[in-house]
């Protein structure tokens, strides 16, 4: 069992920067691929970026890849996504994920466990 916390959403202006952080529970991080998705109201949950459980690749969806950074350090079981040059259509609920797997992948019902979700909102 994996219990995430995510931390870190605000709101911030067109440009701007947010970093935000999933705090994991439990002994077994390390054996989990972790990914961030994102959602807006009325469409589904949006792949953003993916982890390996042992931090060496990451995928990034065509829409952030350059301007997010998705990295983990599994001594303190914790997630990261550093977002730059953030634009409007960023703005969505981000949710953390875990999938207890090597590898990370997009489809959302391919991971176990989910945080309740941190807003971020990108100003014009």
């Known amino acids: 069992q994996v219990q995430l916390v995510e931390s870190g959403g605000g709101l911030v202006q067109a440009g701007g920067s947010l970093r935000l952080s999933c705090a994991a529970s439990g002994r077994t991080f390390s054996s989990y691929a972790m990914g961030w998705f994102r959602q807006t109201p009325g469409k589904e949950r949006e792949f953003v970026a993916g982890?390996?459980?042992?931090?060496?690749?990451?995928n990034y969806a065509d829409s952030v890849k350059g301007r997010f950074t998705i990295s983990r350090n599994n001594a303190k079981n914790t997630l990261y996504l550093q977002m730059n040059s953030l634009k409007p259509e960023d703005t969505a609920v981000y949710y953390c994920?875990?999938?207890?797997?090597?590898?990370?992948?997009?489809?959302?019902?391919?991971?176990?466990?989910w945080g309740q979700g941190t807003q971020v909102t990108v100003s014009s």
């Open positions: 994920a875990a999938r207890l797997a090597l590898t990370p992948v997009v489809p959302s019902e391919h991971y176990n466990y």
């Open positions: 982890i390996s459980s042992g931090g060496i690749s990451s």
